[in-house]
């Protein structure tokens, strides 16, 4: 079982340069792949985005591409027509609006695309180095959705047993219930009917149509094939959707259960049980 939050981070050292790769996911019914990259590397997202779709599978998935450039290694240029047009429009507004300040330059230096970085495109042995980076951070990010995944695992396997043991406690308490069943309309009937007005074969008839309405035994053979195929599905690599579907079946069981109790004792299991279930469902939001 793995869990869908994770994170992963790698540093790679370059000349002139440190690129630092960072994976974060939250939970998602898709795949909701977010990719920021250096400009350096946009050229790369489709390899990148690729790679990620293969290796993630799901979740809201935000990769990032940071890029420390040494100073000596940065060299910068000014588009000097279109600061020119900058200054121009600026000093038009200042003129028409009466504006005291005339500090135009810093302004237009301002300006989008006034003053540029120029790019380098990084040549194939870069970029193989970035990739194995890359490589880290989806390893580290997986293993982190591992360690989670065994939490998860170790919390479900608590609430559906403490499911279980009242599934037990229910089947223990059943007899009693259709005991305590009969015997309260045997004695509402010897209240409210004279001696002897009652056709006994018929009340008895009555009385086991009645009962077979009240039964539980399959509703609880069901839930209890439930509860055990929702912990051997644990097991299965990428088992979140199947999981929910499986608690969507426990939770129909144990309403039926609830339904037909007419017992305050089960029906107080039942609201347990409940309980138990919407802890699980809860976290089976973030289940891969």
């Given at each position: 079982?793995?869990?869908?939050?994770?994170?992963?981070?790698?540093?790679?050292?370059?000349?002139?340069?440190?690129?630092?790769?960072?994976?974060?996911?939250?939970?998602?019914?898709?795949?909701?792949?977010?990719?920021?990259?250096?400009?350096?590397?946009?050229?790369?997202?489709?390899?990148?985005?690729?790679?990620?779709?293969?290796?993630?599978?799901?979740?809201k998935?935000?990769?990032?591409?940071?890029?420390?450039?040494?100073?000596?290694?940065?060299?910068?240029?000014i588009?000097?027509?279109?600061?020119?047009?900058?200054?121009?429009?600026?000093?038009?507004?200042?003129?028409?609006?009466?504006?005291?300040?005339?500090?135009?330059?810093?302004?237009?230096?301002?300006?989008?695309?006034?003053?540029?970085?120029?790019?380098?495109?990084?040549?194939?042995?870069?970029?193989?180095?970035?990739?194995?980076?890359?490589?880290?951070?989806?390893?580290?990010?997986?293993?982190?959705?591992?360690?989670?995944?065994?939490?998860?695992?170790?919390e479900?396997?608590?609430?559906?047993?403490?499911?279980?043991?009242?599934?037990?406690?229910?089947?223990?308490?059943?007899?009693?219930?259709?005991?305590?069943?009969?015997?309260?309309?045997?004695?509402?009937?010897?209240?409210?009917?004279?001696?002897?007005?009652?056709?006994?074969?018929?009340?008895?008839?009555?009385?086991?149509?009645y009962?077979?309405?009240?039964?539980?035994?399959?509703?609880?053979?069901?839930?209890?094939?439930?509860c055990d195929?929702?912990?051997?599905t644990?097991?299965?690599?990428?088992?979140?959707?199947?999981?929910?579907?499986?608690?969507?079946?426990?939770?129909?069981?144990?309403?039926?259960?609830?339904?037909?109790?007419?017992?305050?004792?089960?029906?107080?299991?039942?609201?347990?049980?409940?309980?138990?279930?919407?802890?699980?469902?809860?976290?089976?939001?973030?289940?891969?």
């Amino acid at each position: 079982m793995k869990s869908m939050t994770g994170f992963g981070k790698s540093v790679c050292e370059l000349p002139g340069k440190k690129v630092t790769i960072e994976i974060r996911s939250l939970n998602s019914k898709q795949l909701d792949l977010n990719l920021r990259t250096h400009t350096l590397y946009r050229d790369k997202e489709p390899e990148l985005r690729q790679l990620l779709s293969r290796t993630l599978e799901r979740g809201k998935i935000d990769f990032s591409i940071f890029v420390e450039t040494a100073g000596e290694n940065q060299t910068s240029a000014i588009n000097q027509t279109l600061a020119a047009g900058y200054y121009a429009e600026i000093k038009k507004l200042a003129e028409a609006t009466g504006a005291t300040s005339n500090d135009y330059l810093g302004l237009v230096l301002r300006m989008p695309d006034v003053l540029k970085q120029d790019r380098v495109t990084p040549d194939e042995s870069e970029w193989k180095q970035v990739m194995i980076s890359v490589e880290e951070a989806i390893a580290g990010f997986n293993r982190f959705r591992d360690d989670e995944g065994k939490i998860l695992e170790a919390e479900f396997r608590q609430r559906v047993g403490l499911i279980q043991s009242k599934l037990a406690a229910i089947s223990e308490r059943d007899p009693q219930r259709i005991a305590s069943v009969r015997d309260r309309l045997h004695k509402a009937i010897n209240e409210s009917v004279p001696p002897g007005a009652v056709d006994q074969n018929r009340f008895e008839q009555e009385l086991i149509y009645y009962l077979e309405k009240l039964d539980i035994t399959e509703e609880k053979l069901r839930l209890q094939t439930h509860c055990d195929y929702f912990l051997s599905t644990m097991s299965e690599a990428s088992s979140g959707r199947k999981l929910g579907f499986i608690t969507q079946e426990i939770g129909r069981e144990i309403n039926t259960i609830g339904s037909k109790a007419n017992d305050a004792a089960i029906q107080k299991m039942v609201v347990e049980m409940k309980d138990e279930l919407e802890k699980i469902k809860e976290q089976m939001l973030n289940v891969l």
